[in-house]
C-alpha cells in the first residue's frame, strides 16, 4: 500500500494494488499499522450513475473517512473548513 500526501494536511491517498485472476480481484483497502488511524465502524453504500452522495463535514467530533470505489468511478471533492489550518477554504479532488 502507497500513501500519497496533498496538499492539504491529513488528506491522504492510499494506492493498493490490484490482484486480478479468472475469479474477479482481491485488492486491500485498510492496513491499520500502515495508515495509523482507528476507524470506529465502516459503511458501504452503492449508487447509481448521476448521484450526488453525502456533503459531510464534523465541527466538534472530527472523524476519518476512507472512501473505496470497487467499479466504476467518483468524483471525490474535500474541502478544509478547519480555520486554524493553512489550507483553510482550499479544496482537493480527485476521479477515482
Known amino acids: 500500500m502507497k500513501i500519497i500526501k496533498t496538499k492539504i494536511k491529513n488528506l491522504l491517498i492510499l494506492k493498493s494494488k490490484i490482484y486480478k ?19 470506529p465502524f465502516d459503511i458501504m453504500s452503492i449508487s447509481k450513475k448521476n448521484v450526488i452522495r453525502g ?8 472523524q476519518a473517512k ?3 470505489v470497487t467499479h466504476g ?5 474535500a474541502v478544509d473548513l478547519r ?3 493553512k489550507t483553510f477554504g482550499k479544496y482537493f479532488l480527485i476521479v477515482i
Open 21 to 39: 485472476d479468472r475469479r474477479g480481484f482481491l485488492k486491500e483497502t485498510f492496513r491499520k499499522n500502515v495508515l495509523k488511524k482507528n476507524f
Open 66 to 68: 476512507l472512501i473505496t
Open 73 to 77: 468511478k467518483i468524483l471525490d471533492v
Open 83 to 85: 480555520p486554524k489550518s
Open 55 to 62: 456533503l459531510h463535514f464534523q465541527n466538534k467530533f472530527s
